[in-house]
Nanobody
Framework: VQLQASGGGLVQTGDSLRLSCVAS????????MGWFRQAPGKEREFVAA????????YYADSVKGRFTISRDNAKNTVYLQMNSLKPEDTAVYYC?????????????????WGQGTLVTSPA
């Protein structure tokens, strides 16, 4: 499946932003979807994931309570609503797709990746 992420930008601390990721070339409703991020000089890390079957969601501790992942299967789109943004949220955000129901926090479970969208929240 091909993934196209969008919605990044420059925001102030405390602002909100919604990222979108549109999928094509596959049966979107059968893919678990994840968001990862990579800050300059750091490893790519898990942010959030949503399963394809029950819509169960999982979050990194650093974003729990501030970020919300959701999906619209009719639009082949997964979203990441980011509220109360902090400078440490600055990163390139990637969406990814998996057919697995397990270990959704692990990068190696995801076969297909989008190109990334930059979110900047200056200190």
């Amino acid at each position: 499946v091909q993934l196209q992420a969008s919605g990044g930008g420059l925001v102030q601390t405390g602002d909100s932003l919604r990222l979108s990721c549109v999928a094509s070339g596959g049966t979107f409703s059968r893919y678990g979807m994840g968001w990862f991020r990579q800050a300059p000089g750091k490893e790519r890390e898990f942010v959030a994931a949503i399963t394809w079957n029950t819509g169960s969601t999982y979050y990194a501790d650093s974003v729990k309570g501030r970020f919300t992942i959701s999906r619209d299967n009719a639009k082949n789109t997964v979203y990441l609503q980011m509220n109360s943004l902090k400078p440490e949220d600055t990163a390139v955000y990637y969406c990814a797709a998996t057919t697995s129901l397990y270990a959704l926090r692990e990068r190696y479970m995801y076969k297909d990746w989008g190109q990334g969208t930059l979110v900047t929240s200056p200190a």
